[in-house]
Structures are given as C-alpha cells and as structure tokens.
C-alpha cells in the first residue's frame, strides 16, 4: 500500500536536492549520465538509485559537467549519432562507455578506470550521418506531418487545464519524466493485478503531467492539476522530498512484476498466459521454451523465435524502409492506393515496438483483396515471417462501440516482416554474429474501406491515453459515440460523416490537435 501524503515514509530515507542527489552522499568526482534510449526507463531509474545509494554522481539530465557517458544496447554509431542529435560538441573530456564500466564500477564500490573494451568507439560511418532524418519527411501519400512543436503552454483558454487529453497538447517534450516514469510502473503494476480503477488514476495522471510546459517542483504547483488523488499525489510528494519513489523500487524488484512483464513483451503472450506461467513457476524465457508442457499458438511461437529483433525497437528508419516495401506492394495492384503510416510514428516518436499502416482504395469497396494480394506478394519476396489475418466484420450500420479496448471490425493482419538491413541506411554494413544481416519487424495492416478512412486514421494513431479520452469525452460531454468506425450522435440518432480527422474534431467542438500532440 502507499504511504499517507503526510505519513513519514516507512523507510530512513535522505533528503535530495533539485538534481536527486545530496552533495554529501557523493563520494566520486566522476560525473556520470545514463542513456535512457534502448535501456528504457525503468532500468535507467533503477541504476541511477543504485549508483546514488553507492555515491556515484549520476544526472538526469546531459550537461557540461558530465564525464562518463554510459549506454547500453545501443551499437557506438547510435549513441554517437544520438550524441550528435543533441547538438553536444565538446566530446574532448569526456569518455563514452558501455554499460560494462558502469556495473564493473557498481561490483568495485568505486570507478573503475576507462579501458578501451568499455568505449564505445564510432566507425567510419557515423561521419557520413549529417542530416537528421525526420518524421516529418517520410514521403507517406496522405497527410503525415507530424512536426514536433515545443511543449505547449499546457493550459486551456479558459487558464485551466482539461481533465480530457483531447483538450490538451502533448508533445514529446515531457518535462516531468521523473514523475511520469513512476507513474507509468505503477500503472503497469495495477494492470498485471487486474486492478483497473488505480491503473486508470495513475495513467491519467501521467497523461496529465506529460503535458505541462514546466516540471512540477513543489507540492503547491499539483494545486491546478486535474486529475490527481491522494495516492499520485503522495507519489509525486515522495519523489519531490528523495528523488525517488519507494514503492516503484518496490514494484521494479518484485518478482511477479519482472516476470510477468517479461513474458507480455513476448509477441502473443497477454497477461492471462502471463500468469498462468507464472504460477507454473515459471521465471525466464529458457523456462518457458523449455517446458514441454506448454502448447505455443503459432503467433507465440513466431514472437519466441523471433524475440530479440522484436523487443528491440524499431527505428524510424526502419519503419521508413518497411514503409516503402509495404506501399510498393500495394502499388502493384492498386496504383492508387493509399499507404499511411499510423500509431506512434505518425506521432513523432523516433522508436516504437511496431510499425502501424492503414491502407485502402480512393473508392470504397475497391480495398476488398488487397490485403491478401499484398501478402502474396510479401510472401513471393521471401519477407514474410509470420501473419495473422482478422477477417472485416464491419457493418457500416453498427451503433459505435462504448467500450475503448474493443478491437475495431475492418479487416487487419498482425505481421512479422523481414527487413534486409541494407535498406536501412545507417545499418547497411551490419551483421550480427551469426552473420545476420537482417531484424525482424512487426507490422500492423489495418484495411478499412474510404468511408470510414478519417475515423480509422484517428482510432489508430493513438496515443492510447489520447484515444480513450476523446472517446470518454464525445460520449460524456457531446452524448457522442465515437470509434473507429464513425461518430453516432445519440440525441438525433443519426451517424456524423467525416472525410477528414479535422472534420472529426470540428463536429465534436474540439481545436484540432496534431498528431505530434496527441503524445498523451
Ligand atoms: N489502439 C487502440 N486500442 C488498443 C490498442 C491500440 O485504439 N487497444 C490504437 C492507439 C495506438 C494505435 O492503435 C497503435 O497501437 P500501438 O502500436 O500499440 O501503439 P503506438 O502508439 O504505435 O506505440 P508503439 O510506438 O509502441 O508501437
Ligand atoms: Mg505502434
């Protein structure tokens, strides 16, 4: 359970200051700053509190005092060119290493010295990576412009912000990350315990600061924030007065936690399995592949196999060059059809665990078979790992569905592709090991025909967060029924057609938001 606000927290704990770290817990000159990308969050606040507690230096944030740069997964191009995209010039001094030098230091109490198997060092390549490739410039045939703004203001025009997301900008820029990372692991412990209701508080929440145009530094600052009870504020109170949160290390060292995310991230698995593992006794993914008891689906069996490309991100180069293979696909039967790049890509985001595409024919009807020629083609190529076709059960009379997480009715296809490496500009001279010279992708196809094209759009471009708050707010303020499908209005009784998502937003009395701020 949590701690009361004002209860003192159960464990003797020292007070941080703005950068989480008291001067005199530090023992070391060393300056270190973790890269979040490819470690993840989760990992990243869980070796910044380790390293604090052994008094090591670590910053939230890159800056000039940094010595030791520190990243893991990440091949010394991507950290270099990330490096680069981050506009840091002066590398002179400091040294940029693997996570090795990091947990050799964390076993030795103390900084080990920089031998040349911890550097990262940056190939040839790299120095050809000058212009940064945008999301903004993928080329896809219907609107895709998704340039990230800065933050917003945040608030509403009437000063206040809005407890729906629909109503409020998010961007990427989060400048409460510490917060919203805490709460998204508890919201994702809450939801491997089934318990909606505090999964639902805490992502809210997080939703709510991800989009504030400045970092929440004192309790008084919650005053004008909607959407946070007792417990998220104890949370953010906890984290104001350490740094950190004790009951999300909790939550990160717990071994259900662990194991059940573990076996989610499998492609396939989904929390009932999860658990059912779990309470076989079940621990790690050679346990699992090992059992001979358990009977894999084919989709299970295509996530175990392909499990490292897939719980590897996938970059938006990658999903540049998936992108293109899917629409010359397309184009062969269908010289018109349209190729979108959807989900969190058409968001902005740089990385995401899939590649999301709506496709359809400028006439309705005229996308029934396309799907099913375009695997064929896939298929003749020798691309295609793995697909799982969900035939259309729509009914262009169906009242829109109430309930969020029902999956919409057009025709769709869960995919695994084989991406060939060279295709993929900053990767096509690697191997991996074995000789490689390939990564597996997972690919959504989603196949609605024109009519309901701009509902499809919207439905799938997400943020999930962004898409369960229009929904909650078409029906509660605007007695509006809203999907993936269309828009039903109850008082009339008569469905609301749109060509547009801008048309979508105009009948709901919404300002139009950008995809770019939809990041909910
Ligand atoms: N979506 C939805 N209902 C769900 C799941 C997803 O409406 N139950 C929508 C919102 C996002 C979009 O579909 C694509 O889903 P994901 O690929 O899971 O999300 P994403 O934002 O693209 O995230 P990622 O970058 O991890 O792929
Ligand atoms: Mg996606």
């Given at each position: 359970?949590?701690?009361?606000?004002?209860?003192p927290p159960?464990?003797?704990?020292?007070k941080?200051?703005?950068?989480?770290?008291?001067?005199s817990?530090?023992?070391?000159?060393?300056?270190?700053?973790?890269?979040?990308?490819?470690?993840?969050s989760?990992?990243?606040?869980?070796?910044?509190?380790?390293?604090?507690?052994?008094?090591?230096?670590?910053e939230?944030?890159?800056n000039?005092?940094?010595?030791?740069?520190?990243?893991?997964?990440?091949?010394?191009?991507?950290v270099?060119k990330?490096l680069q995209d981050?506009?840091?010039?002066?590398?002179?001094?400091v040294?940029v290493?693997?996570?090795?030098?990091?947990?050799?230091s964390?076993r030795?109490?103390?900084?080990?010295?920089?031998?040349?198997r911890?550097?990262?060092?940056?190939?040839?390549?790299?120095?050809?990576?000058?212009?940064?490739?945008?999301?903004?410039?993928?080329?896809?045939?219907?609107?895709?412009?998704?340039?990230i703004?800065?933050?917003?203001?945040?608030?509403?025009?009437?000063?206040?912000?809005?407890?729906?997301?629909?109503q409020?900008k998010?961007?990427?820029?989060?400048?409460?990350k510490?917060?919203?990372d805490?709460?998204?692991?508890l919201?994702?412990?809450?939801?491997?315990?089934?318990?909606k209701g505090?999964?639902?508080a805490?992502m809210?929440?997080?939703?709510?600061?991800?989009?504030?145009?400045?970092?929440?530094?004192?309790?008084?600052?919650?005053e004008?924030?909607?959407?946070?009870?007792?417990?998220?504020?104890?949370?953010i109170?906890?984290?104001?007065?350490?740094?950190?949160?004790?009951k999300?290390?909790?939550?990160?060292?717990?071994?259900r936690?662990?194991t059940?995310?573990?076996f989610?991230?499998?492609?396939?698995?989904?929390?009932?399995?999860?658990?059912k593992?779990?309470?076989k006794?079940?621990?790690?993914?050679?346990?699992v592949k090992?059992?001979?008891?358990?009977?894999?689906?084919?989709?299970?069996?295509?996530?175990?196999?392909?499990?490292?490309?897939?719980?590897?991100?996938?970059?938006?180069?990658?999903?540049?060059?998936v992108?293109?293979?899917v629409?010359?696909?397309?184009?062969?039967?269908?010289?018109?059809a349209?190729?979108?790049?959807?989900?969190?890509?058409?968001?902005?985001?740089?990385?995401?665990?899939?590649?999301?595409?709506?496709?359809?024919?400028?006439?309705?009807?005229?996308?029934?078979g396309?799907?099913?020629?375009?695997?064929?083609?896939?298929t003749?190529?020798?691309?295609?790992l793995?697909?799982d076709v969900?035939?259309?059960t729509?009914?262009n009379?169906?009242?829109?569905?109430?309930?969020f997480e029902?999956?919409d009715?057009?025709?769709?296809?869960f995919?695994?592709?084989?991406?060939?490496?060279?295709?993929?500009s900053s990767?096509q001279?690697e191997?991996?090991?074995n000789g490689?010279?390939?990564?597996?992708?997972?690919v959504?196809?989603?196949?609605p025909p024109?009519?309901?094209?701009a509902?499809?759009?919207?439905?799938?471009?997400?943020?999930?967060?962004?898409e369960r708050?229009?929904?909650?707010?078409?029906?509660?303020?605007?007695?509006?029924l809203l999907d993936n499908?269309?828009?039903?209005?109850?008082?009339?009784?008569?469905?609301?057609s749109?060509?547009?998502e801008e048309?979508?937003?105009?009948?709901?009395?919404l300002e139009y938001?950008e995809?770019?701020?939809?990041?909910?």
């Amino acid at each position: 359970m949590f701690a009361k606000p004002h209860a003192p927290p159960v464990k003797k704990r020292q007070k941080l200051n703005s950068s989480n770290v008291s001067e005199s817990d530090i023992k070391f000159e060393e300056v270190i700053f973790l890269v979040e990308r490819k470690m993840g969050s989760t990992r990243r606040n869980f070796l910044t509190n380790l390293g604090r507690r052994k008094g090591f230096r670590i910053e939230d944030s890159l800056n000039n005092a940094v010595t030791h740069i520190v990243a893991e997964g990440n091949s010394p191009d991507e950290v270099w060119k990330w490096l680069q995209d981050r506009n840091v010039k002066d590398m002179t001094d400091v040294a940029v290493v693997d996570i090795s030098w990091f947990t050799e230091s964390m076993r030795a109490g103390t900084p080990v010295s920089v031998e040349s198997r911890h550097r990262l060092v940056v190939s040839k390549q790299f120095s050809l990576w000058d212009s940064r490739v945008s999301p903004s410039n993928g080329g896809y045939n219907v609107e895709d412009s998704t340039i990230i703004k800065d933050c917003s203001a945040g608030l509403g025009s009437s000063g206040t912000i809005s407890q729906y997301a629909c109503q409020r900008k998010t961007t990427l820029k989060n400048c409460n990350k510490i917060f919203t990372d805490a709460f998204d692991v508890l919201a994702e412990h809450f939801e491997f315990n089934e318990n909606k209701g505090h999964c639902l508080a805490f992502m809210r929440a997080s939703s709510v600061l991800k989009s504030l145009s400045f970092t929440i530094r004192n309790y008084r600052d919650l005053e004008v924030l909607p959407c946070l009870g007792p417990q998220t504020k104890a949370v953010i109170q906890e984290i104001l007065e350490y740094g950190n949160s004790l009951k999300v290390q909790d939550v990160l060292m717990d071994e259900r936690y662990k194991t059940i995310k573990l076996f989610t991230s499998i492609f396939g698995v989904g929390l009932k399995t999860a658990e059912k593992w779990y309470r076989k006794g079940l621990r790690s993914l050679d346990e699992v592949k090992a059992d001979t008891s358990l009977r894999f689906t084919k989709m299970q069996k295509a996530g175990l196999l392909y499990y490292d490309d897939i719980i590897s991100s996938v970059s938006w180069e990658e999903a540049k060059a998936v992108g293109q293979i899917v629409k010359d696909a397309c184009r062969r039967f269908d010289p018109d059809a349209a190729v979108v790049l959807t989900g969190g890509f058409r968001r902005g985001k740089e990385f995401g665990h899939d590649v999301d595409f709506i496709i359809t024919a400028p006439e309705n009807g005229k996308e029934v078979g396309l799907l099913q020629k375009v695997l064929s083609e896939l298929t003749y190529q020798g691309i295609l790992l793995y697909y799982d076709v969900i035939d259309s059960t729509f009914d262009n009379a169906q009242i829109p569905s109430k309930m969020f997480e029902a999956m919409d009715h057009f025709e769709k296809c869960f995919a695994i592709l084989k991406l060939k490496k060279e295709l993929v500009s900053s990767k096509q001279s690697e191997k991996d090991i074995n000789g490689k010279d390939w990564k597996a992708i997972r690919v959504d196809l989603v196949i609605p025909p024109m009519a309901c094209y701009a509902f499809a759009l919207l439905g799938w471009s997400g943020s999930r967060q962004f898409e369960r708050d229009l929904r909650r707010y078409a029906n509660v303020e605007k007695k509006m029924l809203l999907d993936n499908h269309g828009l039903y209005d109850k008082t009339t009784g008569k469905f609301l057609s749109a060509k547009t998502e801008e048309d979508i937003f105009a009948h709901l009395g919404l300002e139009y938001l950008e995809p770019s701020e939809r990041n909910a």
